[in-house]
């Protein structure tokens, strides 16, 4: 079983990427215009499309296809999905749109961020149909039934290009990247706070907009449901102002960003297993981490010389 109900009407699809378990989930909404939250990378399309196939979604069922922002992980099979089934809208932030119809920067990037892993575990990225692209802006809405939309919340921080999106009906959020990384097998909140966008101001005030919905639930795309959603979002901005807090000594001091992150890494994975952390470290690592924060602090107050 590749899809798990996580509350009525609202499916959880792991995507499997890599093959690891629990690393990578898409959403289904259920009503008469079924919609996906996440596509999850290129890698995992067969299994995403094997996904929707166990819960009964034809290629003409499908009505909208929704990625909170457009990292490869969570948009990286948006074009195959679109390809998939015809009759869905493609849904994403406006800042993301026209690399979804036209994704060769966002592909250079990727590589230069990824390497050899671009092709290996996550894959490429198909161009989207520019008449099937359509922003959403805050506040707008994607009726899924008569008596369920998801309402788009703009949440930068992250990204630039990051929606968090909040189910009317089961008042699940679902917060893509924007409250951070927790793997079941991990079991530790994790900050993601990779370049070039990171903004620290601006990922706090998403998690604070979060928390005006007053949700039942908190999704992640890593992974799953968690419940006590107000405690998540309050430890998820914890998180993020300590190794903030952290980045910003060692660059006060001369020291290295890496190694400050490194060791507190080292200290709050204390104890989980090996293989899981190598997951963790393929999907949020400790260098992703130290370059965002990095080129965060450099944006608000300038280049600055590192002693290694």
Known sequence: MLAATIADGVHEIDTLLGGWERMTAGYLIEGEAPALVETGSRSSLLTLLAGLEELGVGAADLASVIVTHIHLDHAGAVGDVAEAFPRATVYVHEKGARHLVDPSRLVASASVVYGPLLDSLYGRIEPTPAERVKVLADGDSVAVSPTRSLIAIDSPGH??????????????????????????????????????????????????????????????????????????????????????????????????????????????????????????????????????????????????????
């Open 159 to 308: 990204a630039k290009h990051h929606l968090g999106l909040f189910d009317t009906a089961s008042g699940i959020l679902f917060a893509g990247d924007a409250a951070g990384v927790r793997l079941p097998d991990a079991g530790v909140l994790l900050p993601a706070s990779p370049p070039p966008d990171f903004d620290l101001d601006l990922a706090i005030q998403s998690l604070h907009r979060f928390a005006d919905r007053r949700p039942s639930g908190v999704a992640l795309a890593h992974y799953g449901l968690l419940d006590e959603p107000l405690e998540l979002l309050a430890e998820a901005e914890g998180t993020l102002r300590q190794w903030a807090e952290l980045a910003e000594a060692a660059w006060r001091s001369g020291g290295s960003i890496d190694k400050a992150v490194a060791q507190r890494y080292d200290t709050v994975l204390e104890g989980v297993d090996p293989a899981v952390r190598e997951r963790l470290e393929t999907l949020n690592g400790v260098h992703s981490n130290a370059a965002g924060l990095r080129r965060w602090l450099e944006k608000r107050s300038g280049p600055r010389h590192e002693h290694h």
